[in-house]
């Protein structure tokens, strides 16, 4: 007695068969079936087949065929045990949260269409890529890796803690320029006649970008 395939998941149908069967007497034999689930007999298990909703990951299913020829049961004859394999998960998409941003912006990693089959919780690795460069394996992506008009990309792969899925990877984002900004201003002189020839003076210049001091002037 033999279970195909012999390699299964909590997907896959299971079907019992037998090689012959033998009656000295000659007469016609029939087969009846069960199911065994950890070594346990499964009720309403009795047919050729078995699907995943009678078992999980991790289980060992067997079938036990016995015949009979009408009047009396021969000896059972077992298979052996066939152990339900873990299922690799998979998602949908990834994304890029916010979807724009500057220097100053935390980006996050965010997938979306978690699935797996044996109905492990979500788990994830992560990898990031400025301008085609790996640059992080967090969820998240802060401006100490990138500039103003790099291009960010994350990917994310599903892991169940047994085996990861495909990676997916995320539409790209450019960091857009940080305006920068200055503490304060003067005049320089402080006082003067119509003589004088003022100028202003700004100080304090801070740019997220590492952009050189630039000005426009109002008066």
Request: hydrophobic share 35%.
């Amino acid at each position: 007695v033999v279970i195909n395939p012999s390699a299964a998941y909590e997907d896959t149908v299971l079907t019992a068969n037998y090689g012959l069967t033998n009656d000295v007497d000659g007469q016609s034999v029939s087969v009846a079936w069960q199911w065994n689930l950890n070594g346990n007999p499964l009720a309403a298990a009795t047919g050729t087949t078995l699907d995943g909703s009678a078992f999980d990951k991790g289980d060992s299913i067997t079938v036990t065929a016995t015949p009979n020829d009408g009047l009396e049961d021969g000896a059972p004859s077992a298979s052996t045990a066939v152990l339900i394999l873990n299922t690799a998960p998979s998602i949908s998409s990834v994304s890029i949260s916010p979807a724009a941003g500057t220097e100053a912006t935390a980006f996050t990693c965010v997938p979306a269409g978690w699935t797996d089959i044996d109905g492990d919780a979500p788990g994830y690795t992560w990898s990031w890529a400025v301008n085609g460069a790996p640059a992080a394996t967090t969820q998240t992506l802060d401006g100490a890796s990138f500039d103003a008009g790099d291009s960010i990309v994350c990917t994310a792969t599903p892991f169940d803690g047994i085996l990861a899925g495909s990676p997916v990877v995320s539409p790209p984002v450019v960091v857009a320029n940080s305006p920068p900004s200055i503490a304060s201003v003067s005049i320089s002189p402080g006082t003067g006649t119509e003589t004088t020839v003022f100028t202003c003076l700004p100080s304090g210049w801070s740019d997220p970008d590492g952009d050189s001091p630039g000005y426009l002037y109002q008066w």
